[in-house]
DNA sequence: CAAACACATTGAACGTCGTTCATGACTACC
DNA sequence: GGTAGTCATGAACGACGTTCAATGTGTTTG
């Protein structure tokens, strides 16, 4: 009967997590409380800190799955795509991370407003992660600016990458300068539009 | 004698404004407590709500005047350099709105992380002068697309906003793509200096 | 000027939150 | 089957924004 408690623990810690991860679809981050967690997992409060560390480590778990989720969606949007010029590569990534920031935005948003203050530690495959998204947009761009070195990539891809999320983030909340998601489209076909031509 | 208790509130209400934004100025908006607010005040807890609806309200009342020196900053970036070009003048602006985020993090940062979820009403002078920032992109961009009409340019103004407000956001925080304030500049200076190109 | 009323101010108390820890229960080993 | 060690439990803690009965002050009236 070895590992009985281990098997438990493992089960619950999934359970928390997909528990987590429902209610951030549902009402998003901010609607995350331990108390209705532990409820709704059938266990104590204090048993969530047994498997994690706080709840912010059970955020960057649920994140970790939605990072997994937004890389597949992104790099799917390139399947078939490879005959295109780098430029329509670099437009078709951008409307799938669009589709699936709009499709999913509670646990899209949760990814960049989970609390990251006090863990002085961002989590290595947060960076590995965001890594392996800056290489697919680095590859176009190599091909649109065979002149540039690699650090004047790197800026480029994190220019360009920040750019589209700044415009879905801004497109998709109502506050700023809330818009249809056709138009957030539009506009990343715009600005991408332009990039690369001289 | 009348009017005592109406100078006395209003006197209450400008020091509490000031203090909330040394407090965020200093810690940020996540540090903004009521309990230290009325100790430093030297008022009772209570007479924070007899001033104010609520902490919201209070924190809306400081990003009014950082919207303000926001504005102020990015029209000021515009003087001595109407001779420019349209497109430079459009990075003109990017970079002086960089220099604010930069110079004023915090209350910078506030102007976007301050709940407004439960308030359906967002105060009409956010969108009133985040218009009159759009009208200060929407200028020069009206120059390098004449052919462009009323909604075209809005869609593109918000779109080159929306970039540089990215790149901007990305760029200051350590933690997705955190770059030294230059290489930011550089990155919107890339962007930018594509746009109406062809 | 004084008295009585209206209203502003107060801070203890409420409900909720994440987190902790003494206690009791259960597992694992002899 | 008994015992030692480990784990789960949920009441309790401290901090938070917010409220409201009680207290104090300003204003008005006789």
Not at 31 to 39: C, E, F, I, T, Y
Not at 48 to 72: C, S
Not at 91 to 101: K, P, Q, T
Not at 143 to 163: C, I, N, Q, V, Y
Request: with cysteine; hydrophobic share 45%; glycine share 8%.
């Amino acid at each position: 009967m070895a590992g009985k408690v281990e098997a438990r623990r493992a089960a619950l810690r999934e359970k928390l997590v997909e528990l987590a991860e429902a209610q951030i679809v549902a009402e998003g981050l901010g609607s995350l409380k331990a108390r209705q967690l532990a409820k709704e997992a059938g266990c104590a409060l204090g048993a969530i800190y047994n498997v994690f560390e706080d709840m912010t480590a059970l955020v960057l778990e649920v994140n970790g799955r939605t990072f997994q989720q937004l890389g597949a969606t992104v790099r799917g949007s390139l399947e078939g795509a490879e005959h295109l010029d780098p430029n329509a590569r670099l437009i078709r990534m951008s409307h799938a991370y669009l589709g699936y920031a709009a499709d999913n935005t509670h646990l899209w948003r949760a990814l960049f407003d989970v609390d990251m203050s006090t863990e002085n530690a961002v989590p290595q495959w947060y960076m590995q992660a965001l890594g392996e998204l800056f290489a697919l947009i680095a590859a176009p761009l190599a091909e649109l600016f065979p002149e540039k070195d690699r650090d004047e990539l790197s800026l480029m891809t994190r220019a360009l990458f920040s750019s589209v999320h700044g415009m879905v983030l801004l497109g998709l909340q109502q506050r700023i300068s809330g818009v249809p998601r056709d138009q957030i489209a539009e506009m990343i076909s715009q600005v991408l539009g332009q990039i690369g031509k001289n």
